[in-house]
């Protein structure tokens, strides 16, 4: 056998491999996540146990349905932290991914990029920045926010009303969240983000300090 048609039929072997892979980790995702009980430690469990990759893909499967019951069986099962968006290694104003899925029905994948500012301790940060990056954002602009910890409820507010000071070099510029058509994005917004396992998270969405009825997931990058 000519040895590039061999290497062609082994990456042809591989590639069917992964797909099947993904498949069955999609299937696992939505069988636990549409159970008629949804217990927090278990789906915690489920996260942990996925290879990076594949926690990424078990996120980017949760429709609308399952992020609402998600993001109610996590209420008060364990408080989210600022360290966990950012861990105290990172330095400052470096970006951490997170890779998102909302439950709106079209352009739903999308990241949020955190970083921690200079002049807050690693440790314990009073707050963090970020925005959205995803493929609308030449129109809506790129939705800054400033992360603080709701430390009685045990959960992160991502709050739009606030802009960030300063920002890594090669983020885009910030921009108001009250003009354009950023306002019906993001303007007056404040996200409630709950935790569910180490590297994800639960967040759902309020204008005016009234749920907006939408829902998103993020997968921090190992």
């Known amino acids: 056998m000519d040895e590039r048609v061999g290497e062609g039929m082994e990456e ?17 995702t939505r069988a636990r996540l549409r159970a008629r009980d949804l217990e927090p430690e278990e789906i915690a469990r489920f996260f942990d146990g996925l290879a ?20 109610e069986a996590v209420q ?25 899925k909302n439950s709106l ?31 609308l954002a030449p129109l809506t602009g790129p939705g800054y926010f400033v992360a603080l910890e ?11 009303r606030r802009l960030p000071d300063r920002i890594p070099v090669d ?7 009250e003009r354009g ?11 409630t983000l709950r935790r569910v396992s180490e590297h994800v998270t639960i967040g759902s969405a309020a204008r005016h300090g009234k749920d907006t009825g939408n829902w998103f997931v993020l997968c921090r990058q190992p």
Request: net charge negative; hydrophobic share 40%.
């Open 12 to 28: 042809q072997m591989e590639e069917q491999m992964e797909a099947g892979d993904r498949a069955e980790v999609l299937r696992e």
């Open 52 to 71: 990076s990759a594949d926690r990424v893909t078990a996120v980017r499967a949760l429709g609308a349905r399952d992020q609402r019951r998600l993001y």
């Open 76 to 100: 008060g099962f364990e408080p989210v932290r600022l360290v966990e968006l950012v861990s105290p290694g990172t330095a400052d104003l470096a970006t951490v991914r997170h890779y998102g």
């Open 105 to 135: 029905p079209l352009f739903s994948s999308f990241e949020k990029r955190f970083c921690r500012p200079p002049g807050q301790e690693p440790d314990a940060p009073a707050l963090l920045i970020g925005f959205n990056y995803q493929i």
């Open 181 to 191: 058509i950023s306002r019906f994005v993001y303007g007056f917004m404040v996200d």
């Open 171 to 177: 983020w885009p510029a910030v921009q108001s969240n």
């Open 150 to 160: 709701d430390t009685e409820r045990g959960e992160v507010l991502i709050d739009y």
